[in-house]
């Protein structure tokens, strides 16, 4: 073997174990997938719930949209933690990243989970509890409860608190990934990014 040939070669190894290491590094392709989808609709569900408030002439088409997001992001984020529990690649935290900060980082984690899990739930009971018919993706659900005002309130009170927390808890996450990725630069950013750097 010439020694050109086991440059090439020994450069091809390099390549592949840093590609390799890179690989390891960061999410599954399915979990990153599922983060980002759940991200598009937690804004879409936002933004409805904004102009829902100030938009009285689309105040019906808003509502079936900002429902029907809601009960696909319920079913979104049970396919992330089936798929997190059975599948998923999770790489571990960075060295140089203190054990306080991964407790803190799992628990701003599962706090999001928790509440992605109940904000559809709330919402839909306080729907329920109205006793009416509603529109839900291209379709009527009918009146399943007897009304009960005060129920109905106390629920849509609670939907709006959720809403109020899970705010907070989006801008604690994105403000600590935007902390390693531009300040700390320790690639746990680049771990959920939807691309890798070349």
Do not use: C
């Amino acid at each position: 073997m010439s020694e050109t040939t086991e440059d090439v070669e020994l450069a091809q190894l390099a390549i592949a174990e840093t590609v390799g290491r890179a690989r390891a590094g960061r999410f599954d392709q399915v979990s990153i997938a599922l983060h980002w989808l759940t991200v598009l609709l937690i804004l879409g569900q936002f933004t409805t719930a904004w102009l829902v408030e100030r938009e009285i002439a689309w105040a019906e088409t808003l509502l079936l949209v900002h429902r029907s997001m809601g009960v696909t992001t319920w079913g979104v984020v049970v396919a992330r933690l089936t798929w997190r529990r059975a599948f998923a690649h999770l790489p571990p935290f960075p060295a140089g990243m203190s054990k306080l900060q991964q407790e803190l980082a799992k628990l701003n984690e599962y706090a999001l989970y928790l509440l992605l899990l109940v904000q559809p739930l709330t919402g839909l009971a306080s729907l329920l509890f109205r006793g009416r018919p509603f529109a839900l993706f291209a379709g009527q659900a009918p009146a399943l409860l007897m009304p009960d005002k005060p129920v109905a309130h106390a629920l849509h009170a609670v939907h709006v608190w959720g809403a109020e927390a899970l705010l907070v808890l989006i801008g604690v996450h994105a403000g600590a990934a935007l902390l390693h990725g531009l300040v700390l630069r320790d690639g746990v950013l680049q771990r959920m990014l939807p691309w890798t750097a070349r």
